[in-house]
């Protein structure tokens, strides 16, 4: 939300003008014109009211948007963030209820911080888990000065702030949970252009058919060893049936057949020891047909 102060439409000499009498110039002195604003109802002069005050507070809500610099966020939606939080004090303040500046900050800090809750993290988190997180940075921070900036443990950590070893534990995961690293990230500054997601394995064929080979080894070795050699060459060997029976001096309709049979035979017996194989001695069903 940009703030704006023209009041385009209107005489220049119903602009209110807000008094200055105070020394810092991003706390003016402007109890009288609250006092004017909260008589009138809506309208145009109410509005010229609220303009002028936002734009003479506005250098202290730009200095509260400052405090909270480099935490990710840039300074300028910062300081359209502590804006928004201005407006909403401007609105709400009671001018019998103290200063102005004592309801503002809070007002304007508290509206930061919900920009940094609600908007800021990468991933939803729950608000237990936020402010968990907000503990363990303060009591690090705290701790790592009284012991001369060495890391505190999480023991230190639980006994300064109350909470639990397990909650810390949680706590300092958020803190690395805050935002996400891109998988097209690049690893390094060469050029041999590696990101992170070149990092990640992939998944191994092989290991979808380790748990059916498994359930196969022992009918295969319960085979004569004509069997064995057939599958082997078939499925191992990636040899056509022709070939096979040609090497053994069989026709190739016998080759299919005792390919099924003994497939058949080995499902059966991993099927009574409760594994199904679901790869092993896949081939041509025993039509009998030539292959490759």
Partial sequence: MLVETSAQGSAPSARPRVSRGRVHDDAPETAADFVRLATLSE????DLIRDELTKVWLP???RIAGRFRNRGESLEDLRQVAALGLVKAIDRYEPGRGAFESYAVPTITGEIKRHFRDRMWALRVPRR???L???IRIARRDLAESAAGSNPSVTEIAAHTGLTEEEVNTGLEALESFSTLSLDAEMSSSDDGFSLADTIGGCDEAYDVVVDREAAKEG???LPERERAILYMRFFED????RIADQLGISQMHVSRLISRCCARIREEALDRGSQPEHCCDHEGGSGRTTG
């Fill in 43 to 46: 309208g145009p002069e109410r």
């Fill in 60 to 62: 202290m809500a730009h």
């Fill in 129 to 131: 888990v936020q402010e």
């Fill in 133 to 135: 997180r907000n503990k």
């Fill in 220 to 222: 295969l070795r319960r």
């Fill in 239 to 242: 040899m056509t049936q022709s």
